[in-house]
C-alpha cells in the first residue's frame, strides 16, 4: 500500500521578536519626541501623537514616562548629554582661552543646526507659560551653559586676551543672547541660511568689545 511519507516540521525561521528593553524604548520614544518637535512643534506633541510614532500603546508610553512633562525634561536631559560630548570633542584643551571662546560658539550653533528642534522647545509656549518642572530643567540646561562661557571668558581674561573690567557673567548673557537670537531669525525663515555661516559675525562683533584697550 502506497503511503505519504510523513512530514517533519520544518526548523522555525521566524526569530521571535524580542521585546526591547527599556533603555532602548525610552531612546525610542525620545528621538520620536525630537522628531515631531523639529517638524511639527511642541504644541503637537501629544502622548496620542508620540506613541503612534513609536508604535507603541499609549498605556505602554505611560510606563516609561508619566507623562508629557517627563518626556520633555527627558528631552532636555538628552540634549545636554550630547551638547556635553559635543564640547569634549573639541580638543579644547590644546587651545587658548579666546579660541576655545570661538570654537564653543560655532561648535554650539552647528548643534543647534544640527537639530533644529532646539530652538523650537526654547521658543515653546510650554516653556513661557506652561509646564513649570518643564522651565526649571532648561533653565538648568542655559544656566550649564552660561556658566560655561563664563569660565571661558575668565579665562580669557586671565591670560591678557579680554579687557579685566569685563564681567565674564553679564557678558555671557549677552553672547548667549545673541547666539539665541540668531537661532530665533533662522527658525522664522524656515532655515533658509546657515547658522555656522553667521557665528564669525556674532563672535567677532561681541569679541571686538573686549579687546584690551592700548
Not at 517638524?39 to 508604535?55: N, P, Q
Request: proline share 5%; aromatic share 6%; net charge neutral.
Amino acid at each position: 500500500m502506497f503511503h505519504l511519507p510523513t512530514l517533519s516540521r520544518p526548523p522555525d525561521t521566524v526569530a521571535v521578536k524580542k521585546r526591547k528593553s527599556a533603555e532602548v524604548r525610552r531612546h525610542d520614544i525620545v528621538e520620536a519626541a525630537m522628531e515631531i518637535i523639529r517638524h511639527e512643534g511642541v504644541a503637537r506633541l501629544t502622548t496620542r501623537s508620540l506613541s503612534k510614532a513609536v508604535g507603541i500603546a499609549q498605556p505602554t508610553l505611560f510606563l516609561h514616562f508619566g507623562n508629557k512633562s517627563h518626556i520633555l525634561v527627558a528631552l532636555v536631559d538628552t540634549i545636554q548629554t550630547r551638547l556635553q560630548k559635543e564640547m569634549a570633542a573639541l580638543g579644547l584643551e590644546r587651545m587658548t582661552p579666546l579660541e576655545r571662546l570661538q570654537t564653543v560658539i560655532r561648535a554650539h550653533l552647528n548643534f543647534i543646526q544640527q537639530q533644529p528642534g532646539i530652538p523650537r522647545l526654547l521658543f515653546s509656549e510650554e516653556l513661557q507659560s506652561g509646564d513649570p518642572i518643564f522651565r526649571e530643567r532648561m533653565n538648568e540646561l542655559v544656566q550649564f551653559f552660561l556658566q560655561f562661557v563664563a569660565d571661558l571668558i575668565g579665562a580669557a581674561q586671565a591670560q591678557g586676551e579680554i579687557r579685566a573690567d569685563i564681567v565674564p557673567q553679564q557678558n555671557a548673557c549677552i553672547l548667549i543672547a545673541a547666539v539665541q537670537g540668531l537661532a530665533f531669525r533662522w527658525v522664522l525663515s524656515d532655515h533658509r541660511f546657515e547658522l555656522t555661516e553667521q557665528a564669525d559675525a556674532v563672535i567677532s562683533t561681541l569679541i571686538s568689545g573686549w579687546a584690551p584697550r592700548d
